[in-house]
T-cell receptor
Framework: GAGVSQSPRYKVAKRGQDVALRCDPI?????LFWYQQALGQGPEFLTY????????KSGLPSDRFFAERPEGSVSTLKIQRTQQEDSAVYLC?????????????FGDGTRLSIL | AQKVTQAQTEISVVEKEDVTLDCVYE???????LFWYKQPPSGELVFLIRRNSFDEQNEISGRYSWNFQKSTSSFNFTITASQVVDSAVYFC????????????FGQGTTLQVKP
C-alpha cells in the first residue's frame, strides 16, 4: 500500500532480550518520526530523522534505545536489554518534509510486550 | 513548556447526538500548528485537520467542525449527528515551529457512540 508500514505488528520478548522494530515510510517522505504510546496515553516523541540524519533524539528514554535510517528510507528502532517499562505501542510517522505545518502520517504501530 | 490538555477522558453518546471534544494548549511560540487525529481500534492514527496559529477561521468538513479560539488557547472539535463508526480515541496535538515539527499530544478522549 501507499501508507506507512510497520513490522512486526506484535512483538513479545523476555526481559533482557534485544528487539528491533521496522518502519517503512511513505515513498518520497523526507521526515521520519518515532513515538512511544503507553496504554491509555497519547503518543510521546522519541526521535526524528531528516533523510538519513538523526536530527533530534531528545525523546529517547535511555541509551538502550537506538534508531537508524541508513539510506534515508527504512528506519529501525532497536531496544537493547529490554525492561518491562518498555512495553508500549511504538508508532512510526512520516511527512513530506520536516516543517511544522506538514501533517504526519502514521503506521499501525508495533505493540511490544516485555515479559 | 508546551502542553496539550484534553480534560475529557471518556465520552459516551447515543447515535445522532452532537458531541464536542475539548482541547486546550499551552505554548510560548507565536507561530504554531494544531492537529486532530483519530485512532480507531486498529491503532493507526488518522489525520483529520491542521490549523495554523494565524488563521482563526472555523472549519467545517461534513459532520466535523473545528472551533479555534486563540484568546482561550482552545481548539475544540465537534461531531454533528454522531455515528457508531465515529467511536475511537481522538487526539489533539501541537507542533512547534522548530525544524523538527515533532508533535506534542494530549492524553486523548475516548468517544463511544452507542446505536
Amino acid at each position: 500500500g501507499a501508507g506507512v508500514s510497520q513490522s512486526p505488528r506484535y512483538k513479545v520478548a523476555k526481559r533482557g532480550q534485544d528487539v528491533a522494530l521496522r518502519c517503512d515510510p511513505i515513498s518520497g517522505h523526507v521526515s521520519l518520526f518515532w513515538y512511544q504510546q503507553a496504554l491509555g496515553q497519547g503518543p510521546e516523541f522519541l526521535t526524528y530523522f531528516q533523510n538519513e540524519a538523526q536530527l533530534d533524539k531528545s525523546g529517547l528514554p535511555s541509551d538502550r534505545f537506538f534508531a537508524e535510517r541508513p539510506e534515508g528510507s527504512v528506519s529501525t528502532l532497536k531496544i537493547q536489554r529490554t525492561q518491562q517499562e518498555d512495553s508500549a505501542v511504538y508508532l512510526c510517522a512520516s511527512s513530506l518534509d520536516g516543517q511544522a505545518a506538514q501533517p504526519q502520517h502514521f503506521g499501525d504501530g508495533t505493540r511490544l510486550s516485555i515479559l | 513548556a508546551q502542553k496539550v490538555t484534553q480534560a475529557q477522558t471518556e465520552i459516551s453518546v447515543v447515535e445522532k447526538e452532537d458531541v464536542t471534544l475539548d482541547c486546550v494548549y499551552e505554548t510560548r511560540d507565536t507561530t504554531y500548528y494544531l492537529f486532530w487525529y483519530k485512532q480507531p481500534p486498529s491503532g493507526e492514527l488518522v489525520f483529520l485537520i491542521r490549523r495554523n496559529s494565524f488563521d482563526e477561521q472555523n472549519e467545517i468538513s461534513g459532520r466535523y467542525s473545528w472551533n479555534f479560539q486563540k484568546s482561550t488557547s482552545s481548539f475544540n472539535f465537534t461531531i454533528t449527528a454522531s455515528q457508531v463508526v465515529d467511536s475511537a480515541v481522538y487526539f489533539c496535538a501541537l507542533s512547534d515551529n522548530s525544524n523538527t515539527g515533532k508533535l506534542i499530544f494530549g492524553q486523548g478522549t475516548t468517544l463511544q457512540v452507542k446505536p
